[in-house]
């Protein structure tokens, strides 16, 4: 039977020498497409498997395979490609002697490529064709004729990349890796050929004939079956081969030792509608295997040495060792989920994860039979569903607190680690963390305390930005100051009291000691890198000065300010002029006009504060603010000095009723003697009232009479 090809992405293994110098042949194989994320991103992979029974030099197994793609539509090259060897590795069989009866040893060759479909290209409705051609099959194939000169062909169709203007995502099914396996003559046969497709679509399975060769036409050309065989019976015997359409599962009994090569196909439907199919070319081995006599295998497990399992629960992460009797002549072969495990050909077998488990048994000497333990299911225990927050790496900034938290329950053991030790004391489903390490919670329920469950997280301590601030030290207070901020980087934010800008208003923060800080977030981490610096604002000096003083014109007068610290505080007076020393705390001032002098105080910081005095010639008499009348010839009287050209002054003394006491019209001429009705007054305190009335000058204060 021969098909058109519509459009062909043609493979062909690159090899220096002649195929029958090492007799390594192509025996069989497979495609594979996977639709990745991006769009138009495929991965191709191609699966050979090889005769390699008689070479001496396995290595010498092709490792690329050159390939191009062709329109269907015109038959033109599309591009060309090449395919690397990714793997190449021996195919488990479960009985060696068996396959070396039938003369048969395989290897498979994984390879792969990942390739860029352009969609604006590969949008025909009929779809395409991945190709491999390989000349030539095995000599020992017993069910073609001339297999020497027939070449193996292995297709897979894909749909149109684009349909109706849109994307049209598909992965091909994937057939996985088969048994390596054999027939025993008059014994019933089951070959798995399930695949899986990642979207869900429904396969279906049948048998074809295997093509032999593609012609120059682009045609394929179908094997011709040897003489009495075809499609319904590719392998002779009372129950010749039959597929289940839904499982892929070949069912036969066969009668004739021999290899036998067979095709199976995979269709691939969405919808109801066929958008592509896998075909897979494989060999099997007919043998005349001796009748078995070995018993049943029974499998125990170490912690059942003594009783046979046939069921167990697998805890997540953990794992247990199957195992069965040992016998020096018997051969083993462990499966799980009926397919042949790489290496497990010992007595017993490591566990880790859940599936249904036998150990096949058979004569390690001679070809015969085999016999099937019972399947062991090994069933996930029922766990804790935990999840741990974060899911994903937990960023702390420095000096911050983080949090993990997992799934709570009552039923719930919890118990904490980090960096592989545990937390001591930390038995809830949270965990307060400070520190970068991987944590890890371990989870356990009532039922089963041995059956931890476990999540980790990571916790990394970010660094924050490098912030420098200079130090802002002591200033004098100052309704006017301003003390400049200066930070690196720029960007951040200042926090304090009186900041404005960049700097800082003394006036507002008043004396003390203050605390400045600066805040800049780091763009990257979300960290924020913070300095704080201390501001002094020392108080100034206190004077307790007069604002005027009135005095008479030649008066020597003695200015007295009040300070706190006289001793530790520099003064200085200006004008100098008329002072006696400008330097000192309490100078004399010879006054001969009115005149202000001003008080600069500097204390022992450097803080300055200045006062003002203003001297003023007084238009009224100066009288003293005591006198002792005692007769001793030394102030006996209230002597009154004019300052100024009044005619005449009036003089009124009062006892503290407010009873006159003495008046004197011109006061400035006699004065008070301290008598009252020619007797001595007592000693004490008395007002006086000293008036112009002409001028509308008028004075009043109190003195002393003392004895």
């Given at each position: 039977?021969?098909?058109?090809?519509?459009?062909?992405?043609?493979?062909?293994?690159?090899?220096?020498?002649?195929?029958?110098?090492?007799?390594?042949?192509?025996?069989?194989?497979?495609?594979?497409?996977?639709?990745?994320?991006?769009?138009?991103?495929?991965q191709?992979?191609?699966t050979?498997?090889?005769?390699?029974?008689?070479s001496?030099?396995?290595?010498?197994?092709?490792?690329?395979?050159?390939?191009?793609?062709?329109?269907?539509?015109?038959?033109?090259?599309?591009?060309?490609?090449?395919?690397?060897?990714?793997?190449?590795?021996?195919?488990?069989?479960?009985?060696?002697?068996?396959v070396?009866?039938?003369?048969l040893?395989t290897a498979?060759?994984?390879?792969?490529?990942?390739?860029?479909?352009?969609?604006?290209?590969?949008?025909?409705?009929?779809?395409?064709?991945?190709?491999?051609?390989?000349?030539?099959?095995?000599?020992?194939?017993?069910?073609?004729?001339?297999?020497?000169?027939?070449?193996?062909?292995?297709?897979?169709?894909?749909?149109?990349i684009?349909?109706?203007?849109?994307?049209?995502?598909?992965s091909?099914p994937?057939?996985?890796?088969?048994n390596?396996?054999?027939?025993?003559?008059?014994?019933?046969?089951?070959?798995?050929?399930?695949?899986?497709?990642?979207?869900?679509?429904?396969?279906?399975?049948s048998?074809?004939?295997?093509?032999?060769?593609?012609?120059?036409?682009?045609?394929f050309?179908?094997?011709?079956?040897?003489?009495?065989?075809?499609?319904?019976?590719?392998?002779?015997?009372?129950?010749?081969?039959?597929?289940?359409?839904?499982?892929?599962?070949?069912?036969?009994t066969?009668?004739?030792?021999?290899?036998?090569?067979?095709?199976?196909?995979?269709e691939?439907?969405?919808?109801?509608?066929?958008?592509?199919?896998?075909?897979?070319?494989?060999?099997?081995?007919?043998?005349?295997?001796?009748?078995?006599t070995?018993?049943?295998?029974?499998?125990?497990?170490?912690?059942?040495?003594?009783?046979?399992?046939?069921?167990?629960?697998?805890?997540?992460?953990?794992?247990?060792?199957?195992?069965?009797?040992?016998?020096?002549?018997?051969?083993y072969?462990?499966?799980?989920?009926?397919?042949n495990?790489?290496?497990?050909?010992?007595?017993?077998?490591?566990?880790?994860?859940?599936?249904?488990?036998?150990?096949?048994?058979?004569s390690?000497?001679?070809?015969?039979?085999?016999?099937?333990?019972?399947?062991?299911?090994?069933?996930?225990?029922?766990?804790?569903?935990?999840?741990?927050?974060?899911?994903?790496?937990?960023?702390?900034?420095?000096?911050e607190?983080?949090?993990?938290?997992?799934?709570?329950?009552?039923?719930?053991?919890?118990?904490?680690?980090?960096?592989?030790?545990?937390?001591?004391?930390?038995?809830?489903?949270?965990?307060?963390?400070?520190?970068?390490?991987?944590?890890?919670?371990?989870?356990?329920?009532?039922?089963?305390p041995?059956?931890?469950?476990?999540?980790?997280?990571?916790?990394?301590?970010?660094?924050?930005?490098?912030?420098?601030?200079?130090?802002?030290?002591k200033?004098?207070?100052?309704?006017?100051?301003?003390?400049?901020?200066?930070?690196?980087?720029?960007?951040?934010?200042?926090?304090?009291?009186?900041?404005?800008?960049?700097?800082?208003?003394?006036?507002?923060?008043?004396?003390?000691?203050?605390?400045v800080?600066?805040?800049?977030?780091?763009?990257?981490?979300?960290?924020?890198g913070?300095?704080?610096?201390?501001?002094?604002?020392?108080?100034?000096?206190e004077?307790?000065?007069?604002?005027?003083?009135?005095?008479?014109?030649?008066?020597?007068?003695?200015?007295?300010?009040?300070?706190?610290d006289?001793?530790?505080?520099?003064?200085?007076?200006?004008?100098?002029?008329?002072?006696?020393?400008?330097?000192?705390?309490?100078p004399?001032?010879?006054?001969?006009?009115?005149?202000?002098?001003?008080?600069?105080?500097?204390?022992?910081?450097?803080?300055?504060?200045?006062?003002?005095?203003?001297?003023?010639?007084?238009?009224?008499?100066l009288?003293?603010?005591?006198?002792?009348?005692?007769?001793?010839?030394?102030?006996?009287?209230?002597?009154?000095k004019?300052?100024?050209?009044?005619?005449?002054?009036?003089?009124?003394?009062y006892?503290?009723?407010?009873?006159?006491?003495?008046?004197?019209?011109?006061?400035?001429?006699?004065?008070?003697?301290?008598?009252?009705?020619?007797?001595?007054?007592?000693?004490?305190?008395?007002?006086?009232?000293?008036?112009?009335?002409?001028?509308?000058?008028?004075?009043?204060?109190?003195?002393w009479v003392?004895?």
């Amino acid at each position: 039977m021969k098909k058109r090809l519509r459009e062909l992405l043609l493979c062909s293994l690159v090899v220096s020498t002649p195929y029958w110098a090492f007799a390594i042949h192509v025996v069989g194989g497979n495609f594979g497409m996977k639709s990745l994320p991006q769009r138009g991103f495929y991965q191709i992979n191609l699966t050979l498997f090889f005769d390699v029974e008689g070479s001496a030099v396995i290595s010498n197994a092709e490792t690329t395979a050159s390939c191009s793609i062709r329109s269907i539509a015109d038959g033109r090259i599309v591009r060309n490609f090449t395919m690397t060897r990714q793997r190449f590795e021996p195919l488990v069989y479960k009985n060696a002697i068996c396959v070396q009866q039938g003369k048969l040893r395989t290897a498979t060759g994984y390879f792969s490529q990942e390739l860029f479909l352009d969609p604006a290209v590969y949008n025909q409705p009929q779809g395409y064709l991945l190709i491999f051609t390989n000349c030539c099959r095995n000599q020992a194939i017993s069910n073609i004729q001339n297999p020497v000169i027939s070449e193996g062909v292995i297709t897979l169709q894909f749909p149109a990349i684009t349909q109706n203007g849109a994307e049209f995502r598909n992965s091909s099914p994937d057939f996985g890796l088969p048994n390596g396996d054999y027939i025993c003559i008059n014994k019933p046969f089951d070959f798995n050929s399930m695949a899986t497709d990642a979207d869900g679509d429904e396969l279906r399975y049948s048998m074809v004939t295997p093509y032999g060769k593609l012609d120059i036409n682009n045609s394929f050309q179908e094997v011709r079956w040897a003489a009495g065989l075809g499609l319904s019976n590719v392998i002779p015997g009372p129950r010749p081969p039959v597929v289940n359409p839904r499982t892929g599962l070949m069912s036969l009994t066969a009668n004739r030792p021999g290899v036998y090569v067979f095709t199976i196909l995979v269709e691939e439907y969405r919808a109801g509608k066929r958008i592509g199919f896998v075909r897979r070319d494989f060999q099997l081995p007919v043998v005349d295997c001796q009748r078995s006599t070995l018993p049943e295998p029974p499998i125990y497990t170490s912690t059942s040495p003594n009783q046979a399992v046939q069921e167990l629960e697998l805890c997540e992460g953990a794992s247990v060792t199957l195992s069965t009797a040992e016998k020096s002549d018997y051969a083993y072969q462990w499966q799980r989920n009926n397919a042949n495990l790489t290496g497990a050909n010992s007595t017993s077998l490591l566990v880790t994860q859940p599936g249904d488990y036998r150990v096949i048994v058979s004569s390690a000497l001679v070809c015969a039979g085999d016999t099937n333990s019972l399947i062991v299911k090994v069933k996930k225990a029922p766990s804790p569903t935990i999840q741990l927050s974060p899911t994903d790496t937990l960023r702390l900034c420095a000096a911050e607190n983080g949090e993990l938290r997992v799934t709570e329950s009552a039923n719930y053991q919890y118990k904490w680690y980090k960096n592989g030790e545990v937390i001591v004391g930390q038995e809830k489903s949270t965990l307060n963390v400070q520190s970068a390490g991987t944590y890890s919670v371990q989870v356990t329920t009532q039922l089963r305390p041995n059956c931890p469950v476990s999540a980790w997280d990571t916790v990394q301590v970010v660094t924050a930005a490098i912030v420098t601030f200079d130090s802002l030290g002591k200033v004098c207070f100052s309704d006017s100051g301003v003390v400049p901020l200066r930070v690196s980087p720029a960007g951040g934010v200042f926090v304090g009291k009186g900041v404005e800008a960049n700097s800082v208003k003394v006036k507002d923060v008043g004396v003390g000691t203050h605390t400045v800080s600066y805040e800049l977030k780091d763009p990257a981490t979300g960290c924020i890198g913070k300095q704080t610096r201390s501001l002094v604002v020392l108080p100034l000096p206190e004077i307790s000065l007069a604002t005027s003083q009135s005095v008479a014109q030649g008066e020597n007068v003695t200015l007295k300010p009040q300070t706190k610290d006289p001793i530790n505080e520099q003064f200085l007076w200006s004008p100098a002029e008329g002072l006696d020393d400008p330097f000192s705390p309490t100078p004399t001032v010879s006054v001969q006009q009115n005149r202000t002098y001003t008080l600069r105080v500097t204390d022992k910081n450097g803080c300055a504060n200045q006062a003002a005095i203003r001297l003023v010639f007084s238009n009224l008499i100066l009288i003293p603010d005591a006198f002792s009348p005692n007769g001793d010839g030394v102030n006996d009287r209230l002597e009154i000095k004019k300052n100024g050209d009044f005619s005449s002054l009036e003089l009124f003394i009062y006892n503290r009723w407010g009873e006159l006491l003495f008046y004197e019209k011109d006061a400035y001429q006699n004065s008070w003697d301290g008598t009252y009705r020619e007797k001595r007054v007592q000693a004490g305190i008395y007002s006086y009232v000293i008036q112009n009335v002409e001028k509308g000058v008028k004075q009043a204060g109190r003195l002393w009479v003392l004895y």
